[in-house]
Protein backbone atom coordinates (compact mmCIF):
# COMPACT_ATOMS: atom_id res chain seq x y z
CA UNK A 1 0.00 0.00 0.00
CA UNK A 2 2.71 1.98 1.12
CA UNK A 3 4.69 1.79 -2.28
CA UNK A 4 2.02 1.84 -4.65
CA UNK A 5 0.56 5.27 -2.76
CA UNK A 6 4.74 6.52 -3.38
CA UNK A 7 4.53 5.91 -6.99
CA UNK A 8 1.05 7.77 -7.39
CA UNK A 9 2.54 10.75 -5.53
CA UNK A 10 5.77 10.56 -7.73
CA UNK A 11 3.97 10.67 -10.84
CA UNK A 12 1.45 13.24 -9.80
CA UNK A 13 5.26 14.89 -8.35
CA UNK A 14 6.73 14.53 -11.37
CA UNK A 15 5.45 14.34 -14.65
CA UNK A 16 6.74 12.35 -17.89
CA UNK A 17 8.86 14.66 -20.04
CA UNK A 18 10.83 14.40 -22.91
CA UNK A 19 13.88 16.20 -21.93
CA UNK A 20 16.42 15.53 -19.14
CA UNK A 21 16.73 19.10 -18.70
CA UNK A 22 12.90 19.31 -17.37
CA UNK A 23 13.31 16.53 -15.39
CA UNK A 24 16.44 17.25 -13.53
CA UNK A 25 14.38 20.76 -12.99
CA UNK A 26 11.56 18.75 -11.49
CA UNK A 27 13.38 16.51 -9.48
CA UNK A 28 15.10 19.51 -8.54
CA UNK A 29 11.88 21.92 -7.55
CA UNK A 30 11.10 18.67 -5.22
CA UNK A 31 14.23 18.05 -3.43
CA UNK A 32 13.81 21.45 -2.53
CA UNK A 33 10.15 21.79 -1.71
CA UNK A 34 9.93 18.63 0.06
CA UNK A 35 13.26 17.74 1.72
CA UNK A 36 14.64 21.42 2.30
CA UNK A 37 18.00 20.91 0.03
CA UNK A 38 19.88 23.93 -0.36
CA UNK A 39 22.42 22.98 -3.25
CA UNK A 40 22.12 20.22 -5.86
CA UNK A 41 24.09 18.27 -8.23
CA UNK A 42 23.19 15.86 -10.94
CA UNK A 43 26.20 13.51 -12.23
CA UNK A 44 26.21 11.15 -14.97
CA UNK A 45 27.83 8.46 -16.87
CA UNK A 46 29.16 9.35 -20.25
CA UNK A 47 30.98 6.49 -22.08
CA UNK A 48 31.94 5.79 -18.34
CA UNK A 49 32.88 8.80 -17.50
CA UNK A 50 31.36 10.63 -14.44
CA UNK A 51 30.30 14.01 -15.65
CA UNK A 52 28.20 16.80 -14.27
CA UNK A 53 24.70 17.39 -16.10
CA UNK A 54 22.89 19.80 -13.68
CA UNK A 55 23.57 21.93 -10.45
CA UNK A 56 20.89 23.93 -8.64
CA UNK A 57 22.54 26.55 -6.14
CA UNK A 58 20.43 28.29 -3.92
CA UNK A 59 17.27 28.57 -5.92
CA UNK A 60 19.34 29.16 -9.26
CA UNK A 61 18.69 25.75 -11.61
CA UNK A 62 21.57 25.32 -14.47
CA UNK A 63 21.50 22.68 -16.88
CA UNK A 64 24.85 21.70 -18.88
CA UNK A 65 23.85 20.10 -22.42
CA UNK A 66 27.00 19.08 -23.04
CA UNK A 67 27.94 17.99 -19.74
CA UNK A 68 30.81 19.30 -17.78
CA UNK A 69 33.90 17.97 -15.76
CA UNK A 70 32.88 17.03 -12.10
CA UNK A 71 35.40 19.74 -10.70
CA UNK A 72 33.10 22.74 -12.32
CA UNK A 73 30.63 22.21 -9.47
CA UNK A 74 33.36 23.10 -6.86
CA UNK A 75 36.24 23.43 -8.46
CA UNK A 76 38.40 20.40 -7.70
CA UNK A 77 37.50 17.13 -8.52
CA UNK A 78 34.96 14.99 -5.68
CA UNK A 79 35.29 11.52 -5.92
CA UNK A 80 31.67 10.47 -5.52
CA UNK A 81 31.80 6.67 -5.88
CA UNK A 82 34.03 6.48 -2.70
CA UNK A 83 31.90 9.00 -0.93
CA UNK A 84 29.26 6.98 -1.12
CA UNK A 85 30.91 3.85 0.18
CA UNK A 86 32.43 5.46 3.21
CA UNK A 87 29.58 6.91 3.84
CA UNK A 88 27.11 4.26 3.68
CA UNK A 89 26.20 3.58 7.13
CA UNK A 90 26.06 6.98 8.48
CA UNK A 91 24.28 8.07 4.87
CA UNK A 92 25.38 11.80 4.90
CA UNK A 93 28.42 13.44 6.74
CA UNK A 94 29.01 17.33 8.22
CA UNK A 95 31.77 19.83 6.97
CA UNK A 96 32.02 23.52 7.32
CA UNK A 97 31.52 24.66 3.89
CA UNK A 98 28.79 23.53 1.43
CA UNK A 99 30.99 21.89 -1.37
CA UNK A 100 30.75 25.24 -3.85
CA UNK A 101 31.02 27.62 -1.49
CA UNK A 102 34.15 30.01 -0.79
CA UNK A 103 33.68 31.50 2.43
CA UNK A 104 32.88 29.77 6.41
CA UNK A 105 30.24 31.68 8.10
CA UNK A 106 29.68 31.65 11.26
CA UNK A 107 28.25 28.95 13.51
CA UNK A 108 26.27 27.48 10.48
CA UNK A 109 27.28 23.69 9.58
CA UNK A 110 26.70 21.67 6.15
CA UNK A 111 25.10 18.27 5.55
CA UNK A 112 25.83 16.04 2.55
CA UNK A 113 24.90 13.14 0.78
CA UNK A 114 26.11 11.51 -2.43
CA UNK A 115 22.64 9.72 -3.59
CA UNK A 116 23.94 6.71 -6.29
CA UNK A 117 21.11 6.02 -9.22
CA UNK A 118 20.88 2.77 -10.73
CA UNK A 119 18.71 0.47 -12.96
CA UNK A 120 19.00 -3.02 -12.64
CA UNK A 121 22.61 -2.60 -10.60
CA UNK A 122 23.92 -1.25 -13.32
CA UNK A 123 25.49 2.60 -12.00
CA UNK A 124 23.26 5.93 -13.55
CA UNK A 125 25.06 8.46 -11.50
CA UNK A 126 24.61 10.46 -8.52
CA UNK A 127 23.08 13.23 -7.07
CA UNK A 128 24.65 15.10 -4.39
CA UNK A 129 22.63 17.43 -2.24
CA UNK A 130 23.51 19.99 0.88
CA UNK A 131 21.67 21.25 3.22
CA UNK A 132 22.66 23.85 6.15
CA UNK A 133 21.97 23.05 9.44
CA UNK A 134 22.84 24.15 12.91
CA UNK A 135 24.98 22.32 15.23
CA UNK A 136 25.45 18.43 14.34
CA UNK A 137 21.75 17.15 14.11
CA UNK A 138 21.31 15.65 11.08
CA UNK A 139 18.80 16.06 8.88
CA UNK A 140 19.05 13.57 5.75
CA UNK A 141 17.65 10.22 6.16
CA UNK A 142 18.28 7.39 3.31
CA UNK A 143 14.89 6.51 3.06
CA UNK A 144 13.64 10.28 2.22
CA UNK A 145 14.95 9.59 -1.23
CA UNK A 146 13.42 6.66 -1.94
CA UNK A 147 11.57 8.22 -4.38
CA UNK A 148 14.21 9.53 -6.08
CA UNK A 149 16.05 6.60 -6.78
CA UNK A 150 12.85 4.34 -7.90
CA UNK A 151 11.99 7.51 -10.28
CA UNK A 152 15.73 7.33 -11.57
CA UNK A 153 15.73 3.90 -12.89
CA UNK A 154 12.41 4.60 -13.98
CA UNK A 155 12.79 6.73 -16.05
CA UNK A 156 16.16 8.56 -15.97
CA UNK A 157 18.34 6.30 -18.31
CA UNK A 158 15.26 6.91 -21.25
CA UNK A 159 16.30 10.57 -20.51
CA UNK A 160 19.70 10.21 -21.14
CA UNK A 161 19.43 8.10 -24.29
CA UNK A 162 17.14 10.84 -25.73
CA UNK A 163 19.03 13.77 -24.41
CA UNK A 164 22.13 11.88 -26.03
CA UNK A 165 20.49 11.32 -29.30
CA UNK A 166 19.04 14.92 -29.20
CA UNK A 167 22.78 16.16 -29.11
CA UNK A 168 24.04 14.26 -32.31
CA UNK A 169 21.46 15.64 -34.43
CA UNK A 170 22.24 18.64 -32.74
CA UNK A 171 25.83 17.75 -33.53
CA UNK A 172 25.33 17.10 -37.02
CA UNK A 173 23.37 20.38 -37.65
CA UNK A 174 26.03 22.09 -35.93
CA UNK A 175 28.46 20.37 -38.33
CA UNK A 176 26.91 23.09 -40.74
CA UNK A 177 27.69 26.44 -38.79
CA UNK A 178 31.02 25.26 -37.27
CA UNK A 179 32.62 27.22 -39.91
CA UNK A 180 30.77 29.90 -39.18
CA UNK A 181 31.30 29.57 -35.61
CA UNK A 182 35.29 29.02 -35.91
CA UNK A 183 35.32 32.47 -38.12
CA UNK A 184 33.24 33.99 -35.02
CA UNK A 185 35.46 32.20 -32.71
CA UNK A 186 38.87 33.84 -34.55
CA UNK A 187 37.17 37.29 -34.44
CA UNK A 188 36.53 37.22 -30.91
CA UNK A 189 40.13 35.77 -30.35
CA UNK A 190 42.19 38.73 -32.37
CA UNK A 191 39.22 41.57 -30.87
CA UNK A 192 40.80 40.05 -27.18
CA UNK A 193 44.40 39.94 -28.06
CA UNK A 194 44.02 43.34 -29.42
CA UNK A 195 42.74 44.70 -26.36
CA UNK A 196 44.64 42.79 -24.30
CA UNK A 197 48.13 44.26 -26.25
CA UNK A 198 46.39 47.46 -25.34
CA UNK A 199 46.21 46.66 -21.83
CA UNK A 200 50.05 45.29 -21.68
CA UNK A 201 51.19 48.69 -22.92
CA UNK A 202 49.23 50.31 -20.62
CA UNK A 203 51.02 48.31 -17.77
CA UNK A 204 54.33 49.80 -18.66
CA UNK A 205 52.85 53.28 -16.97
CA UNK A 206 52.49 51.34 -13.77
CA UNK A 207 55.19 52.07 -10.86
CA UNK A 208 53.66 50.17 -8.28
CA UNK A 209 51.77 46.77 -7.66
CA UNK A 210 48.98 49.07 -6.67
CA UNK A 211 48.42 50.91 -9.71
CA UNK A 212 49.18 47.98 -11.76
CA UNK A 213 46.04 46.46 -10.33
CA UNK A 214 44.37 49.75 -10.83
CA UNK A 215 44.63 49.72 -14.83
CA UNK A 216 44.51 45.79 -14.76
CA UNK A 217 40.35 45.82 -12.84
CA UNK A 218 39.51 49.17 -14.90
CA UNK A 219 40.48 47.85 -18.74
CA UNK A 220 39.98 44.28 -17.74
CA UNK A 221 36.40 45.22 -17.51
CA UNK A 222 36.35 48.25 -20.53
CA UNK A 223 38.25 46.15 -22.96
CA UNK A 224 37.53 42.55 -21.93
CA UNK A 225 34.19 42.99 -21.19
CA UNK A 226 34.57 41.04 -17.74
CA UNK A 227 31.67 41.83 -15.49
CA UNK A 228 33.56 41.67 -12.25
CA UNK A 229 37.21 40.94 -10.97
CA UNK A 230 39.81 41.28 -8.34
CA UNK A 231 43.73 41.29 -7.51
CA UNK A 232 44.42 39.18 -4.52
CA UNK A 233 48.15 38.84 -3.10
CA UNK A 234 49.40 36.33 0.26
CA UNK A 235 52.20 35.46 2.16
CA UNK A 236 51.62 31.50 2.01
CA UNK A 237 53.93 31.47 5.19
CA UNK A 238 52.11 33.78 7.25
CA UNK A 239 49.01 32.63 5.47
CA UNK A 240 47.73 35.82 5.20
CA UNK A 241 45.72 37.54 2.01
CA UNK A 242 45.15 41.21 1.38
CA UNK A 243 43.09 42.82 -1.75
CA UNK A 244 44.51 45.27 -3.87
CA UNK A 245 41.87 46.51 -6.36
CA UNK A 246 38.66 44.89 -7.32
CA UNK A 247 35.00 45.37 -8.63
CA UNK A 248 32.06 45.69 -6.26
CA UNK A 249 28.17 44.39 -6.59
CA UNK A 250 27.60 46.83 -9.28
CA UNK A 251 30.55 47.02 -11.53
CA UNK A 252 32.31 49.97 -10.23
CA UNK A 253 36.28 49.97 -9.68
CA UNK A 254 36.81 50.10 -6.10
CA UNK A 255 40.29 49.89 -3.33
CA UNK A 256 40.23 46.64 -1.72
CA UNK A 257 43.35 47.07 0.33
CA UNK A 258 41.45 47.37 3.66
CA UNK A 259 40.59 43.96 3.07
CA UNK A 260 42.89 41.47 4.93
CA UNK A 261 42.43 38.19 6.31
CA UNK A 262 43.33 34.78 6.83
CA UNK A 263 43.33 32.65 3.75
CA UNK A 264 40.26 30.40 3.93
CA UNK A 265 42.00 26.55 4.19
CA UNK A 266 39.42 25.35 1.60
CA UNK A 267 39.64 22.22 -0.91
CA UNK A 268 39.39 24.54 -3.24
CA UNK A 269 42.46 26.82 -2.66
CA UNK A 270 44.71 23.82 -2.32
CA UNK A 271 43.24 22.91 -5.41
CA UNK A 272 44.09 26.12 -7.12
CA UNK A 273 46.99 26.60 -5.64
CA UNK A 274 48.62 23.13 -6.99
CA UNK A 275 47.88 23.62 -10.28
CA UNK A 276 50.01 26.39 -12.01
CA UNK A 277 49.01 28.32 -14.79
CA UNK A 278 45.62 27.11 -15.21
CA UNK A 279 42.14 28.50 -14.58
CA UNK A 280 39.84 27.09 -11.71
CA UNK A 281 36.05 27.50 -12.89
CA UNK A 282 33.48 26.92 -10.58
CA UNK A 283 29.90 26.76 -12.60
CA UNK A 284 27.16 27.91 -10.72
CA UNK A 285 28.32 28.87 -7.57
CA UNK A 286 27.60 31.45 -4.97
CA UNK A 287 29.77 34.95 -5.90
CA UNK A 288 30.97 37.18 -3.34
CA UNK A 289 32.18 40.75 -2.00
CA UNK A 290 34.41 40.22 0.24
CA UNK A 291 32.62 38.20 2.82
CA UNK A 292 29.15 38.80 1.77
CA UNK A 293 27.27 36.96 -0.65
CA UNK A 294 26.11 38.93 -3.22
CA UNK A 295 24.99 36.33 -6.28
CA UNK A 296 24.96 33.22 -8.28
CA UNK A 297 27.19 32.23 -11.41
CA UNK A 298 30.38 31.01 -12.67
CA UNK A 299 33.54 32.04 -11.06
CA UNK A 300 37.51 31.66 -12.07
CA UNK A 301 40.20 31.78 -10.31
CA UNK A 302 43.92 31.77 -11.63
CA UNK A 303 47.16 31.52 -9.34
CA UNK A 304 49.63 34.01 -9.74
CA UNK A 305 53.30 32.30 -9.71
CA UNK A 306 56.77 33.46 -9.14
CA UNK A 307 58.89 30.40 -9.63
CA UNK A 308 57.53 28.45 -6.84
CA UNK A 309 56.05 30.83 -4.57
CA UNK A 310 52.57 31.67 -4.88
CA UNK A 311 52.50 35.67 -4.58
CA UNK A 312 48.45 35.85 -5.11
CA UNK A 313 45.58 35.01 -7.53
CA UNK A 314 43.18 36.55 -10.28
CA UNK A 315 39.45 36.14 -9.77
CA UNK A 316 36.44 37.06 -11.94
CA UNK A 317 32.89 36.24 -12.52
CA UNK A 318 29.50 37.13 -14.21
CA UNK A 319 27.61 38.75 -11.46
CA UNK A 320 26.27 41.07 -13.62
CA UNK A 321 25.23 40.04 -17.38
CA UNK A 322 25.30 36.93 -16.55
CA UNK A 323 27.64 36.19 -19.47
CA UNK A 324 28.54 32.96 -20.76
CA UNK A 325 32.15 31.74 -20.53
CA UNK A 326 33.34 30.79 -23.74
CA UNK A 327 36.80 29.67 -24.71
CA UNK A 328 38.08 33.14 -25.94
CA UNK A 329 37.00 34.67 -23.33
CA UNK A 330 38.87 32.22 -20.51
CA UNK A 331 41.68 32.13 -22.52
CA UNK A 332 41.74 36.61 -22.72
CA UNK A 333 41.40 36.63 -18.86
CA UNK A 334 44.01 33.55 -18.15
CA UNK A 335 46.71 36.13 -20.57
CA UNK A 336 45.77 38.97 -18.84
CA UNK A 337 46.39 37.09 -15.52
CA UNK A 338 49.45 36.27 -16.52
CA UNK A 339 50.77 39.39 -17.64
CA UNK A 340 49.74 41.26 -14.62
CA UNK A 341 51.49 38.16 -12.09
CA UNK A 342 55.06 39.22 -14.43
CA UNK A 343 54.36 42.60 -14.34
CA UNK A 344 54.09 42.46 -10.25
CA UNK A 345 56.95 40.35 -10.40
CA UNK A 346 59.33 43.02 -12.42
CA UNK A 347 57.94 45.38 -9.87
CA UNK A 348 59.01 43.58 -7.00
CA UNK A 349 62.24 43.06 -8.17
CA UNK A 350 62.35 46.85 -8.82
CA UNK A 351 61.36 47.63 -5.58
CA UNK A 352 63.95 45.77 -3.77
CA UNK A 353 66.75 46.82 -6.09
CA UNK A 354 65.60 49.93 -4.93
CA UNK A 355 65.29 49.15 -1.32
CA UNK A 356 68.88 47.92 -1.95
CA UNK A 357 70.35 50.69 -3.43
CA UNK A 358 68.70 53.05 -1.13
CA UNK A 359 70.30 50.90 1.85
CA UNK A 360 73.72 51.16 0.30
CA UNK A 361 73.60 54.70 0.03
CA UNK A 362 72.77 55.10 3.41
CA UNK A 363 75.65 52.89 4.16
CA UNK A 364 77.90 54.99 1.88
CA UNK A 365 77.50 58.22 2.94
CA UNK A 366 77.88 56.91 6.85
CA UNK A 367 81.26 55.70 5.68
CA UNK A 368 81.87 59.63 4.08
CA UNK A 369 80.66 60.82 7.52
CA UNK A 370 82.99 58.30 9.22
CA UNK A 371 86.49 59.34 6.45
CA UNK A 372 85.70 62.85 7.15
CA UNK A 373 85.68 62.68 10.60
CA UNK A 374 88.98 59.61 11.07
CA UNK A 375 90.85 62.37 8.65
CA UNK A 376 90.05 65.55 11.07
CA UNK A 377 91.07 63.32 13.60
CA UNK A 378 94.42 61.95 12.00
CA UNK A 379 95.21 66.11 10.88
CA UNK A 380 94.72 67.08 14.48
CA UNK A 381 96.99 64.53 15.91
CA UNK A 382 99.49 65.49 13.59
CA UNK A 383 99.09 69.12 14.20
CA UNK A 384 99.27 68.21 18.21
CA UNK A 385 102.46 66.43 17.39
CA UNK A 386 103.97 69.17 15.51
CA UNK A 387 103.26 71.83 17.86
CA UNK A 388 101.61 71.94 21.49
CA UNK A 389 98.85 74.55 22.56
CA UNK A 390 97.30 75.48 18.85
CA UNK A 391 94.53 73.15 19.13
CA UNK A 392 91.00 75.65 20.30
CA UNK A 393 89.57 72.91 22.64
CA UNK A 394 85.77 73.53 21.72
CA UNK A 395 86.15 73.46 17.90
CA UNK A 396 89.35 71.10 17.04
CA UNK A 397 90.50 73.95 14.47
CA UNK A 398 93.96 75.67 14.74
CA UNK A 399 94.00 78.65 17.17
CA UNK A 400 95.50 82.25 16.55
CA UNK A 401 99.00 80.83 17.85
CA UNK A 402 98.81 78.68 15.11
CA UNK A 403 98.04 80.86 12.92
CA UNK A 404 100.60 83.29 13.51
CA UNK A 405 103.64 80.01 13.37
CA UNK A 406 102.22 78.93 10.33
CA UNK A 407 101.50 81.90 8.34
CA UNK A 408 104.46 82.98 6.61
CA UNK A 409 105.01 79.64 5.56
CA UNK A 410 101.44 79.50 4.00
CA UNK A 411 102.66 82.78 2.23
CA UNK A 412 106.00 81.60 1.33
CA UNK A 413 104.64 78.11 -0.40
CA UNK A 414 101.98 80.62 -2.37
CA UNK A 415 104.54 82.85 -3.94
CA UNK A 416 106.94 79.57 -4.53
CA UNK A 417 104.14 78.00 -6.61
CA UNK A 418 102.99 81.33 -8.35
CA UNK A 419 99.22 80.43 -6.41
CA UNK A 420 96.89 83.21 -6.08
CA UNK A 421 96.05 82.82 -2.14
CA UNK A 422 92.79 84.55 -0.72
CA UNK A 423 92.43 85.55 2.89
CA UNK A 424 89.14 85.20 4.28
CA UNK A 425 87.76 86.66 7.26
CA UNK A 426 84.70 84.70 9.08
CA UNK A 427 82.64 86.19 12.11
CA UNK A 428 79.42 84.93 13.81
CA UNK A 429 77.01 87.56 13.74
CA UNK A 430 76.12 88.80 17.68
CA UNK A 431 78.33 86.02 19.03
CA UNK A 432 78.75 87.47 22.13
CA UNK A 433 75.17 88.53 22.76
CA UNK A 434 74.25 84.56 22.17
CA UNK A 435 76.53 83.58 24.73
CA UNK A 436 75.28 86.17 27.43
CA UNK A 437 71.50 85.41 26.50
CA UNK A 438 72.09 81.58 26.29
CA UNK A 439 75.27 80.82 28.30
CA UNK A 440 78.13 79.00 27.63
CA UNK A 441 77.30 75.50 26.39
CA UNK A 442 75.04 76.89 24.09
CA UNK A 443 77.77 78.94 22.49
CA UNK A 444 80.35 76.02 22.26
CA UNK A 445 77.33 74.01 20.29
CA UNK A 446 77.18 77.25 18.41
CA UNK A 447 80.70 76.63 17.15
CA UNK A 448 80.91 72.92 16.84
CA UNK A 449 78.32 73.04 14.33
CA UNK A 450 79.20 76.39 11.98
CA UNK A 451 82.90 74.54 11.94
CA UNK A 452 81.16 71.18 10.85
CA UNK A 453 79.16 73.38 8.17
CA UNK A 454 82.50 75.40 6.93
CA UNK A 455 84.07 71.84 6.86
CA UNK A 456 81.60 70.20 4.71
CA UNK A 457 81.01 72.95 2.45
CA UNK A 458 84.76 73.22 1.82
CA UNK A 459 85.18 69.40 0.97
CA UNK A 460 87.11 68.56 -2.03
CA UNK A 461 89.73 71.61 -1.64
CA UNK A 462 92.90 70.27 -0.89
CA UNK A 463 94.65 73.69 -0.78
CA UNK A 464 92.86 74.95 2.65
CA UNK A 465 93.44 76.15 6.15
CA UNK A 466 90.72 76.99 8.74
CA UNK A 467 91.81 78.66 11.91
CA UNK A 468 89.70 80.30 14.51
CA UNK A 469 91.46 83.35 16.01
CA UNK A 470 88.85 84.18 18.43
CA UNK A 471 85.53 82.83 19.90
CA UNK A 472 83.20 83.63 17.36
CA UNK A 473 86.02 84.52 14.38
CA UNK A 474 87.87 82.45 11.73
CA UNK A 475 90.36 82.82 9.15
CA UNK A 476 90.22 81.00 6.21
CA UNK A 477 93.42 80.53 3.98
CA UNK A 478 92.41 79.29 0.45
CA UNK A 479 94.57 78.99 -3.12
CA UNK A 480 92.41 79.92 -5.52
CA UNK A 481 92.34 79.52 -9.61
CA UNK A 482 88.63 81.36 -10.78
CA UNK A 483 87.96 84.19 -8.75
CA UNK A 484 83.82 83.82 -9.49
CA UNK A 485 84.53 80.34 -7.86
CA UNK A 486 85.55 81.77 -5.06
CA UNK A 487 83.28 84.11 -4.63
CA UNK A 488 80.16 81.87 -4.85
CA UNK A 489 82.05 79.55 -2.28
CA UNK A 490 82.16 82.23 0.30
CA UNK A 491 78.26 83.24 -0.49
CA UNK A 492 77.67 79.46 -0.28
CA UNK A 493 79.22 79.49 3.65
CA UNK A 494 76.94 82.46 4.47
CA UNK A 495 73.99 80.33 2.80
CA UNK A 496 74.61 77.62 4.68
CA UNK A 497 74.49 78.70 8.12
CA UNK A 498 71.74 81.29 7.57
CA UNK A 499 69.52 78.20 6.41
CA UNK A 500 70.48 76.32 10.02
CA UNK A 501 67.86 78.44 11.00
CA UNK A 502 69.70 78.73 14.92
CA UNK A 503 67.41 80.87 16.36
CA UNK A 504 69.34 83.91 18.01
CA UNK A 505 67.52 86.81 19.83
CA UNK A 506 70.73 88.43 21.09
CA UNK A 507 70.58 89.14 16.97
CA UNK A 508 68.52 92.64 16.00
CA UNK A 509 68.66 91.96 12.26
CA UNK A 510 67.39 88.40 11.63
CA UNK A 511 66.87 86.91 14.84
CA UNK A 512 68.98 83.94 14.12
CA UNK A 513 72.48 83.24 13.53
CA UNK A 514 74.69 84.24 10.66
CA UNK A 515 78.28 85.36 9.33
CA UNK A 516 79.68 88.18 8.05
CA UNK A 517 82.90 87.33 5.86
CA UNK A 518 85.66 89.83 3.97
CA UNK A 519 87.92 88.19 1.48
CA UNK A 520 91.00 89.66 0.42
CA UNK A 521 92.15 88.50 -3.27
CA UNK A 522 95.13 90.54 -3.32
CA UNK A 523 97.83 88.47 -5.39
CA UNK A 524 101.09 87.88 -3.76
CA UNK A 525 104.68 89.02 -4.89
CA UNK A 526 108.28 89.61 -3.35
CA UNK A 527 106.71 92.86 -2.02
CA UNK A 528 103.70 91.59 -0.26
CA UNK A 529 103.52 92.60 3.80
CA UNK A 530 102.11 89.46 5.40
CA UNK A 531 100.21 91.53 8.09
CA UNK A 532 98.27 93.43 5.48
CA UNK A 533 96.58 90.44 4.11
CA UNK A 534 95.18 89.73 7.65
CA UNK A 535 93.76 93.29 8.08
CA UNK A 536 92.72 94.00 4.18
CA UNK A 537 89.96 90.55 4.84
CA UNK A 538 89.81 91.92 8.59
CA UNK A 539 88.66 95.47 7.03
CA UNK A 540 86.14 93.89 4.65
CA UNK A 541 84.46 91.77 7.11
CA UNK A 542 84.01 94.99 9.24
CA UNK A 543 82.32 96.39 5.79
CA UNK A 544 79.94 93.06 5.79
CA UNK A 545 78.80 93.73 9.67
CA UNK A 546 78.07 97.73 8.95
CA UNK A 547 76.34 96.79 5.71
CA UNK A 548 73.81 94.58 7.56
CA UNK A 549 75.69 91.12 8.55
CA UNK A 550 75.24 87.71 6.74
CA UNK A 551 76.57 89.42 3.63
CA UNK A 552 80.25 88.94 1.18
CA UNK A 553 82.53 91.37 1.26
CA UNK A 554 85.23 91.30 -1.23
CA UNK A 555 88.45 93.29 -1.64
Known amino acids: MESAELERQIEKTI ?3 DTLESWCESVFDRLIKHNGIKNIALFLYENNVLRLAASQTQHVFKFYPDFKPVEAYSGYFIDLPFLTK ?3 HDFSFISDLSLNAGWQKNDVKWEHAVIPL ?3 RASLGYVLVETDITGHTRKLRSEQFDWLRQDAAFQLKCKVLTHQITQFQLSRKQNELD ?5 RTLSSQLTYLKSLHEISLRFTKATSIHSLCRIAIELGRDRLQIDRMGIFLCDMETSKMWGTWGTDPHGNVVDRSDFCQEMPNTIFMEEAFSRKNELIVKENVPLYFGLEEVGIGWNIMMAMWDQDECIGWFAADNLLYASVL ?7 IKLLAASVCQKIIKLRETESANSKLSQLQIAHKQQAQELILLRRKLAESKRQGMWANVIDSVTGLPNAKHLSLSFAGVVSHARKQKASLAVISIAIDFFHGYQKKYG ?3 AKHILRSITSSIEDNLAGIDAYSLVTTSPGEFVLLLQYDDEIQLRERAETLV ?9 NCASTVYQRITLSIGVNLNGISLFTKQSSLLKKAEKQRMMAERLGQNRVCVD
Open 118 to 120: TKS
Open 495 to 503: NSVYHLNIR
Open 326 to 332: DEPKKEA
Open 86 to 88: KHH
Open 179 to 183: LALNN
Open 15 to 17: ETD
Open 440 to 442: ADS
